[in-house]
T-cell receptor, first 113, second 117 residues
Framework: GESVGLHLPTLSVQEGDNSIINCAYSNSASDYFIWYKQESGKGPQFIIDIRSNMDKRQGQRVTVLLNKTVKHLSLQIAATQPGDSAVYFCAENSGGSNYKLTFGKGTLLTVNP | GAVVSQHPSWVICKSGTSVKIECRSLDFQATTMFWYRQFPKQSLMLMATSNEGSKATYEQGVEKDKFLINHASLTLSTLTVTSAHPEDSSFYIC?????????????FGPGTRLTVT
């Protein structure tokens, strides 16, 4: 199930299940969104991105859904594997010509074998 | 693929000393690099944007005289934490933007763990 800790929401799933990680973004003017995976002690790793002119984009085992009406982004991981255990962050472009990204709080995904 | 390295991967220093962290883009030229700080179980917070050949742009609340950024070439940006204190202990991550790549995509380094004693 999903729970909200002091700083980092957590999601625990069984291996083989599908995972859904949610993100509420803040800026209605944002037009580009990225999901990153961060393993412990490492830098973020790009997973998938989506532009605001789309509402769904699929990659290998991952799907990102964008709902601009409610400013909500989700990452779906199919057939979750133990190697998927990590913290997942959504990021939105902050606008302007400097290409800054604003990161969400993150969700810790734990995959149980 | 685009690779960004950081050096050192971890460093321990005494309070009051300065520490320099390097960020390099290994296989592309990065006109823009970003420096983030991340505390345990928290998100990445942007500290500053580093542009090659010009002064860095700092986010609100980040002391530019304490966190010195130099982007001297298209493949190297450095962050110097001056007069470090224990509260500066954190995970520092850089990223680099390849101007020939997708829209806002940034490539991240592996991070540098700074511990100030």
């Amino acid at each position: 199930g999903e729970s909200v800790g002091l700083h980092l929401p957590t999601l625990s799933v069984q291996e083989g299940d599908n995972s859904i990680i949610n993100c509420a973004y803040s800026n209605s003017a944002s037009d580009y969104f990225i999901w990153y995976k961060q393993e412990s002690g490492k830098g973020p790793q790009f997973i998938i991105d989506i532009r605001s002119n789309m509402d769904k984009r699929q990659g290998q085992r991952v799907t990102v859904l964008l709902n601009k009406t409610v400013k909500h982004l989700s990452l779906q991981i199919a057939a979750t594997q133990p190697g998927d255990s990590a913290v997942y962050f959504c990021a939105e472009n902050s606008g302007g010509s400097n290409y800054k990204l604003t990161f969400g709080k993150g969700t810790l995904l734990t995959v149980n074998p | 693929g685009a690779v960004v390295s950081q050096h050192p991967s971890w460093v321990i220093c005494k309070s009051g000393t300065s520490v320099k962290i390097e960020c390099r883009s290994l296989d592309f030229q990065a006109t823009t690099m970003f420096w983030y700080r991340q505390f345990p179980k928290q998100s990445l917070m942007l500290m500053a944007t580093s542009n090659e050949g010009s002064k860095a742009t700092y986010e609100q609340g980040v002391e530019k005289d304490k966190f010195l950024i130099n982007h001297a070439s298209l493949t190297l940006s450095t962050l110097t934490v001056t007069s470090a204190h224990p509260e500066d202990s954190s995970f520092y991550i850089c990223s680099a933007r390849d101007p020939t790549a997708a829209y806002y995509e940034q490539y991240f380094g592996p991070g540098t763990r700074l511990t100030v004693t």
